[in-house]
């Protein structure tokens, strides 16, 4: 009996390897293979030149870029701590005191993807006006629209890690053992969405540098508008600057999962800690 | 010891000294936000859809909604809504498969890591640039058409499908999906090994499990992100604009059109009249959504 | 006593007119005539104390902001850092791929703010739309623009301009000789305009251009709808965005733009090649004007008197343009004349389209262009 339970859980791990190694593998050639066609052409000569590294070396003769990387950068930093502060602990709020409000976030959440880009800067643009006019034009200033811009993304991302776990219980039992609402947000719920709340800081940053539209239109110059200026010298600097800034973007995301301490799982040791710490 | 047996939120209307404090209070966590929010995007928004009843003199006007009905943007809304259907649905059933794949594997690996960081980037990646990686891909003068052409088969053989609407679902996946991958993770790192176990023990199969165990679970999340995956594919331009400038065949196209140009075309007013109706489609879908998320928690209860 | 009172009138009259000339002089002194307040409404160089005055001003504020001037059109990157590199003053270019529309959007949308475009480059029906948003100016060169490419205060001025053309990749593609080569198989999926005409002015132009090829006349478009109605069906059209790495990548060989902007390509492609029909040289020329409200009126004024002198000009001559002041250049003996020897050649008569020309033409193809081409 138990031989055949073995076999039974070997070969259903095999139906999982396999299927695992043929998703994986499927969705790789289907997205990485339009990448490489993008450096391969970014590595052409012109006309019957050999193929050069010309466009990419010159990426770094461009002085501006420098200041627009250094200012994307800030805004993604500022732009993913001012939502995850202002996002998570509302959520989860709203989660255990007024759930009845849970709709109304859900759509105001869903609202700045519903309109484009181009039609929220004209609405955007007297308010950047009042505050270039009365507290500073920085460029550091576009966070406030970012954030606003990340909601979408970091709302279905934290929704969905707070809905895998009963928030509800935890904290009661946590507020029961004497803790205050800091240490249960700090020390409860976020370790426990630690996927969640990484997956809306990716999504974050990925905006922020891929941002175009609104930088572009209240005339300030972050990386990907840099980005389309540099672009125009010719067709290989163009798509050789955009791969570079895809790159640019994955190894800050790679670093930024180093944060993640990921126990994922809600440890006894948690809620022990916080009797510890409570009791004094 | 004394706050053992209270409950964290009552559950009782009317006690009137309790119940009364207690609502205002409630309130004040979501302040903040909402503050925020309504600086940042209710006002705007008001300032943009507000803009749409107003003329080139600033007179009281339903002229711009009239404007509505003309053909060509009756059909950029149907197919925009088409469009956006298809590679939410689509994009949601492929990114929940790549998410599981990645789901069941080391949640400390260096593939997750890898995967995820690859799916933030690419999930907003877009525009031209990507246009323009699907053209030299599969596009009349990209490698892999050249390939096919060269072994007989001319897949442009009816038509340049790249440059129209199927070719541009498929470019939209590539942000899709590696979207869905992000949203939907976190709900299927909620699913604990040990429920698999537990049917299993209970004489379940795979059936048993997804069907009354993981999916209902799931079933929130998925279809939540696949409301953020239409909205998401209702408002790009970029892209659409990159590979079909022609024609315009997508509402948000038709909007840039109305704001942007050189000709003369500018006229704010309508352009902020189609937000309005993005607005309210969005809006019809939301609640569409939320009426299939009670009936599915209903069906799977 | 007559003559001790006349004296003294005399003598009153005399320190008169030698305070009033003092005064006179005193305005006409560097040191204090091109402030910041005059040359917010300074019509001319001389209204503001002289050329020396301007740049004195002009450095002083230190900074000019441009939009929608990206270097590698009609050689604008060579006409900004000889403004740098002559006056030190250091210029931000924004917004590189905006529109005329966007220009005017992003004037009044910044309005006072020290971000806002100084000057603006912007076609014709977009530039007409908004004179209420420029401050009249005239170069020193002003007398050398026609009538009819000026606005008689000053309020915009032509700039530079060229003709509508279809450029090729003679490598990928047969040589064009007329319009209508485009309908063969040939060219079977190798044929973009650049931009959607009821936008962009190139597109639009673009059709028009084709109309005229075919026998329409300026006032009506439609005969160039109808061509492009054609070559889509016959599959030749591709409705895609034309970039320069759609050109290189020879995924669009063949693109109806205008000629100056098309021979950039020449730098990706060497094979490049500009046709223009001889019974269909359509040509248009772009606009300046200085906002109201430009952040640095002195360097702004300062730009416009460097795109209008001779070096102004023969960069943009460089960049396959021709200049407004293109005609008493070539009197004149300063025009660049290697430069003038390669502008694409030209062998027939010019068609200009008016105003209402243009706005019944993109009214037409509001209506119709994107029925004929889905």
Redesign the interface.
């Known amino acids: 009996m138990a031989a055949v339970r073995g076999g039974f859980q070997r070969s259903k791990r095999l139906k999982l390897q396999v299927f695992r190694t043929v998703v994986l593998l499927a969705a790789g050639i289907f997205f990485l293979v339009p990448i490489g066609a993008m450096f391969e052409f970014s590595t052409r000569g012109v006309g019957d030149k050999p193929r050069t590294l010309e466009a990419w070396q010159s990426i770094g003769t461009y002085p501006d870029l420098v200041a627009a990387i250094t200012a994307s950068l800030e805004l993604a930093a500022i732009t993913t701590i001012v939502m995850l502060v202002l996002l998570a602990p509302t959520m989860v709020w709203v989660r255990l005191k007024l759930p009845g409000l849970s709709p109304i976030m859900e759509f105001v959440c869903l609202l700045p993807l519903t309109i484009p880009a181009i039609v929220l800067v004209v609405g955007l643009a007297p308010i950047y006006n009042w505050m270039g006019n009365n507290f500073s034009d920085s460029i550091l200033t576009l966070s406030f629209a970012y954030v606003v811009l990340v909601l979408p993304y970091a709302y279905r991302s934290l929704e969905a890690g707070l809905a895998a776990i009963d928030v509800k219980t935890l904290s009661e039992a946590a507020r029961s053992l004497g803790a205050g609402w800091l240490t249960v947000m700090w020390r409860i719920i976020v370790p426990n969405i630690s996927s969640a709340i990484l997956n809306s800081a990716f999504l974050s940053v990925a905006l922020v540098l891929g941002e175009y539209t609104i930088a572009n239109n209240l005339l300030y110059n972050n990386l990907q508008v840099e980005i389309a200026f540099l672009g125009r010298a010719n067709a290989g600097v163009s798509i050789a600057v955009a791969v570079a800034s895809l790159v640019f973007a994955f190894v800050i995301l790679v670093l930024l999962s180093f944060f993640n301490r990921g126990r994922g799982r809600l440890q006894l040791a948690d809620l022990q800690q916080v009797m510890r710490t409570e009791r004094g | 010891m004394t706050i053992a047996g209270a409950p964290a939120v009552s559950t009782t209307a009317g006690r009137p000294l309790l119940g009364g404090r207690r609502l205002p209070l409630d309130w004040i966590g979501t302040v903040p936000f909402l503050a925020y929010v309504a600086v940042f995007l209710f006002l705007p928004t008001v300032i943009v859809l507000g803009g749409s009843v107003f003329d080139a003199n600033g007179s009281l006007t339903l002229v711009n909604f009239s404007h509505l009905s003309r053909v060509y943007i009756v059909k950029a809304t149907i197919q925009t809504i088409g469009l956006s259907a298809f590679t939410a649905v689509v994009g949601a059933i492929l990114g929940a498969l790549v998410a599981y794949a990645i789901a069941v594997g080391n949640p400390q690996g260096l593939l997750r890591r890898l995967t995820l960081s690859v799916s933030g980037v690419l999930a907003q990646f877009g525009g031209v640039t990507l246009a323009f990686a699907f053209i030299a891909t599969i596009g009349p003068a990209g490698f892999v058409y050249l390939w096919l052409a060269q072994h007989h088969a001319d897949i442009y053989a009816r038509s340049t499908w790249l440059f129209e609407l199927p070719g541009l679902a498929l470019v939209y996946l590539y942000f899709q999906i590696p979207l869905m991958v992000l949203v939907f993770l976190p709900a299927l790192d909620g699913i604990k090994p040990q429920w698999r176990e537990a049917t299993e023990s209970l004489g379940g199969g795979t059936w048993h499990y997804w069907r009354y165990v993981a999916g209902p679970l799931l079933a929130p999340a998925f279809l939540g992100a696949t409301l953020l995956l239409f909205a998401n594919s209702f408002s790009a331009y970029a892209t659409a604009n990159a590979l079909i400038n022609q024609g315009q065949p997508v509402i948000s196209q038709q909007i840039n059109g109305a704001l942007s140009g050189e000709v003369g075309s500018f006229e704010p007013g309508f352009a902020k009249a189609i937000a309005v109706e993005m607005v309210i489609i969005v809006t019809l879908v939301t609640v569409l959504y939320s009426l299939l998320q009670r009936r599915t928690s209903r069906w799977l209860q | 006593m007559n003559v001790g009172s006349l004296s003294r009138r005399l003598g009153l009259a005399v320190v008169a007119v030698f305070v009033v000339a003092a005064c006179g002089s005193s305005s006409n002194n560097t040191s204090a005539s091109c402030s910041e307040s005059t040359a917010k409404t300074a019509t001319s160089a001389a209204a503001c104390g002289g050329m020396d005055a301007l740049v004195t001003a002009a450095k002083a504020e230190g900074k000019l902001?441009i939009?929608a001037t990206?270097?590698?059109w009609a050689n604008y990157g060579e006409a900004i850092n000889g403004f740098k590199a002559k006056y030190g003053i250091d210029i931000?270019?924004?917004?590189?791929?905006?529109?005329?529309?966007?220009e005017?959007?992003?004037v009044t949308?910044?309005?006072?703010?020290?971000?806002?475009?100084d000057v603006l480059d912007?076609?014709k029906?977009?530039t007409?739309?908004n004179v209420a948003l420029y401050a009249p100016y005239k170069v020193a060169t002003w007398g050398d623009i026609l009538d009819s490419q000026k606005e008689p205060t000053g309020l915009w001025w032509q700039d530079y301009g060229g003709y509508m053309s279809i450029g090729y990749d003679s490598s990928k593609v047969p040589a064009i000789t007329s319009v209508d080569d485009l309908l063969k198989p040939e060219f079977k999926?190798?044929v973009a305009?650049n931009?959607?005409?009821?936008?962009?002015?190139?597109a639009?132009n673009g059709v028009m251009m084709a109309s005229l090829a075919e026998g329409g006349t300026p006032d009506d478009i439609s005969k160039g709808v109808d061509f492009f109605k054609r070559l889509k069906q016959a599959?030749n059209?591709?409705?895609?965005?034309a970039?320069?790495?759609?050109?290189?990548?020879?995924?669009t060989p063949v693109v109806f733009d205008w000629d100056y902007l098309s021979s950039s390509h020449g730098?990706?492609?060497?094979?490049w090649k500009i046709f223009e029909q001889s019974n269909a040289i359509l040509g248009d020329y772009y606009n300046q004007a200085i906002n109201k409200n430009a952040p640095h009126p002195a360097a702004a004024r300062l730009w416009e008197e460097y795109l209008y002198s001779d070096t102004g000009q023969n960069d943009w001559l460089r960049g396959k343009a021709r200049p407004v002041r293109m005609a008493a250049m070539i009197k004149a003996g300063t025009i660049d004349k290697t430069a003038a020897a390669a502008l694409p050649a030209v062998n027939g008569t010019p068609v200009f389209l008016t105003d209402s020309q243009?706005?019944n033409a993109?009214n037409f193809l509001?209506a119709h262009?994107?029925?004929a081409?889905?």
């Open positions: 902001n939009i990206p270097p590698d931000t270019s924004d917004n590189p791929n905006g529109s005329s529309q966007d005017i959007n992003a949308q910044l309005g006072t703010s020290s971000r806002a475009p912007m076609g029906a977009v007409l739309a999926g190798k305009l931009g959607n005409p009821k936008q962009a002015n190139a639009l599959g059209f591709i409705p895609v965005q970039t320069t790495a759609t050109v290189k990548n020879g995924t730098t990706d492609v060497p094979t243009a706005s993109k509001t262009w994107d029925a081409i889905s």
